[in-house]
């Protein structure tokens, strides 16, 4: 009598809601969100400091954009009360700040997109991606995988990628992550989760 093949289990199965088991990461999707998010931030201070918040609203107020970005993110207050949020004379209230902070990076996103696009397309060499697997240390060891840093080259994504980053659709960023580790071979469900990324920009 044959032994029954052995029938691989989804990532699901194996991690749950990847942290039944103890294993830390996040989607692919979520880890591409965050690298360009990273690579967009530099070394921008927290809203809630003043640094922060001049940054953000002169930012938003560049040139032509007026109150755009910030009706946009839902900030409902009057034009004069902005005014006196950018010359420094009144401090927005915790409410209002968490929506400047939106409203910068729906900004920020929408102005990076092409430049982002044109750089991770170059010229249609792509860009690598470093992949480091979820982080096991906490899963027993009769759950664990034996998994590695995996590289790919991804070319043909990354304008997709790069609209549902800056339209903050984290849905269609797993999407595209999926058909992105479909290129790892057999083992690419393994890498639906994942501790981070490396790419550059």
Known sequence: M???????????????ELGLYGARGMTGGEAL???????????????????GLTIRLRYLTWGSRGDHWLR???????????????SGVQRPRP?????????????????LAD????????????????????????VPSSRQRELR????????EWQAVVDAWS???????DELWTWIVDGLGSDHQAYTYVSHLGFGI
Do not use: M
Request: charged letters at 25%.
């Open 72 to 86: 946009a993110a839902g900030i409902s207050v009057t034009g004069r009360t902005i005014n006196r949020w950018t």
């Open 33 to 51: 969100a965050r690298t360009l998010d990273h690579a967009a931030s530099g070394s921008i201070p927290p809203v809630t400091t003043s640094l």
């Open 167 to 173: 339209s903050n659709d984290h849905s269609t960023l």
């Open 95 to 111: 409410d209002n700040l968490r929506l400047i902070d939106r409203a910068f990076w729906l900004c920020r996103r929408a102005s």
């Open 149 to 156: 840093v995996r590289h790919i080259n991804v070319r043909h």
């Open 2 to 16: 044959s032994t029954p093949a052995t029938v691989p289990i989804t990532p699901e199965e194996r991690w749950g």
């Open 115 to 138: 430049h982002y696009k044109q750089r991770l397309w170059d010229d249609g060499r792509g860009r690598r991606i470093e992949i480091h697997p979820v982080d096991q240390k906490s």
